[in-house]
C-alpha cells in the first residue's frame, strides 16, 4: 500500500462522493433522464492528491491492466457524473427509469438490471445454505435485547445523510464492511459468516437488511456502477405473494424466501414492503464481474488510501472488541 502524506489530503468532496453508497433523489425526474457523454481525461498533477494516487497505483499494478480504473479515478476527480439510458427497445426515455446514474464511474463496464444467477455459480452455493443461513438469524434475533447489547452497531440506519433514499424503515447488520470482516457480528453469526465465506462471493460488503412493514424506498440511485448487489431472501412477509418487491430500472421482480438475486444498484431503483411484518434479507455488496483481480484490486488501493483521510463511514455508536 501506497502512502500518502497528509500534505496531499484529499478534499472533503472528493471523499464524499467517492464514499457516497446512496442519495435520495434530490434532482428532479428530468435531471436523470439524460445521456452524458464521457469526457476527455488527462493525468492529475503529481503534486495534487489525485495525482498520489493514481501514480501509487500505476507503481504498484502497472497502467496498462488498470487503465479502467485511473480513468475512473480522473473522472470522479473532474466531478464526473455518468448517466446513460438502457431501456428495452421501444422503451419512452422520457418515462423510462432505466438510466445508471453514477458519479464512481468505470467505463466500458456491462450494465444488467438483473444478472442471470445461472450464470453465477456462487449463487446456487448461497441459496443451499438459505436454511441454514434463516434458522440461525432467527435464533440470534429473536432475542433482540441481548443482540443489541451484544453485537456492533444493529440495525443502524443510514450512516450519512446523504444516505436518506433508503428511508427511516431500512437498516443494516453488517457482518463485513470494505472488505473487512466484522469479529464481533461474525461470532454472532458464525455459521452465515462461514457459508458466504465458502462460497466464494467477491463481496465488499455483508449485512443483515431489515425494511419495516408498509414502508418503501425512494427511486435512488447507489451512484456505483463497479460494485453489484446481491440479495438472499431470509424472512420474506407473505412470501410469493408480491407484497415485497425490488424495481431495478423498469423491471420489478418480487423477494421469495431462498432465492438470490443479483442486480446493478447504478441504475434508478426503488423498493415497497406493503406487508404488515418486516422483510429480512442477507445482502451483499460484489465486485463487477467484468472487473479483473488486478482492477479489483486497484480500487481496494484506492478505497485504502482515502480512507485515511476520514472517508471511512462512522458511526455513533462505538465498536465492541469480539470476545475470546
Not at 102 to 131: C, M, N, R
Request: glycine share 6%; hydrophobic share 35%.
Amino acid at each position: 500500500m501506497a502512502q500518502y502524506s497528509s500534505a496531499f489530503a484529499p478534499s472533503s468532496n472528493l471523499l464524499q462522493r467517492y464514499y457516497t453508497n446512496a442519495i435520495e433523489l434530490r434532482a428532479t425526474l428530468e435531471d436523470f433522464r439524460i445521456t452524458t457523454t464521457i469526457p476527455n481525461t488527462q493525468p492529475a498533477a503529481l503534486h495534487t492528491f489525485a495525482g498520489k494516487v493514481e501514480n501509487g497505483i500505476i507503481e504498484k499494478f502497472g497502467s496498462k491492466d488498470t487503465q479502467r480504473v485511473i480513468d475512473s479515478w480522473r473522472l470522479l476527480d473532474k466531478e464526473y457524473e455518468h448517466r446513460e439510458f438502457f431501456g428495452k427497445e421501444g422503451t419512452n426515455p422520457q418515462t423510462s427509469d432505466c438510466y445508471q446514474y453514477a458519479h464512481s464511474y468505470v467505463p466500458g463496464l456491462t450494465v444488467k438490471p438483473f444478472w442471470d444467477i445461472d450464470e453465477i455459480p456462487w449463487t446456487q452455493k448461497l441459496a443451499k445454505s438459505y436454511k441454514e443461513i434463516r434458522k440461525e438469524f432467527l435464533d440470534v434475533t429473536k432475542d433482540m435485547k441481548k443482540l443489541q447489547q451484544d453485537g456492533n452497531n444493529v440495525w443502524a440506519g443510514a450512516l450519512t445523510e446523504e444516505a436518506g433514499g433508503y428511508g427511516e424503515g431500512w437498516s443494516t447488520l453488517v457482518l463485513k464492511d470494505r472488505g473487512i470482516w466484522d469479529e464481533v457480528n461474525c461470532n454472532l453469526f458464525p455459521k452465515t459468516s462461514k457459508a458466504v465465506s465458502k462460497c466464494g462471493i467477491p463481496a465488499t460488503e455483508v449485512f443483515f437488511a431489515c425494511m419495516k412493514p408498509n414502508t418503501d424506498i425512494k427511486l435512488h440511485s447507489d451512484f456505483t456502477n463497479f460494485v453489484l448487489t446481491s440479495h438472499l431472501a431470509i424472512d420474506i412477509p407473505e412470501s410469493g405473494n408480491n407484497k415485497c418487491r425490488l424495481t431495478i430500472g423498469d423491471e420489478t421482480r418480487q423477494w421469495i424466501n431462498g432465492e438470490v438475486m443479483v442486480f446493478d444498484t447504478s441504475l434508478m431503483h426503488d423498493a415497497v414492503n406493503e406487508a404488515d411484518t418486516t422483510r429480512y434479507i442477507l445482502m451483499a455488496r460484489i465486485w463487477h464481474p467484468d472487473l479483473t483481480e488486478v482492477r479489483r484490486a486497484a480500487e481496494e488501493e484506492i478505497q485504502a488510501a482515502t480512507s485515511g483521510f476520514g472517508g471511512a463511514k462512522t458511526s455513533s455508536k462505538k465498536k465492541k472488541k469480539a470476545k475470546r
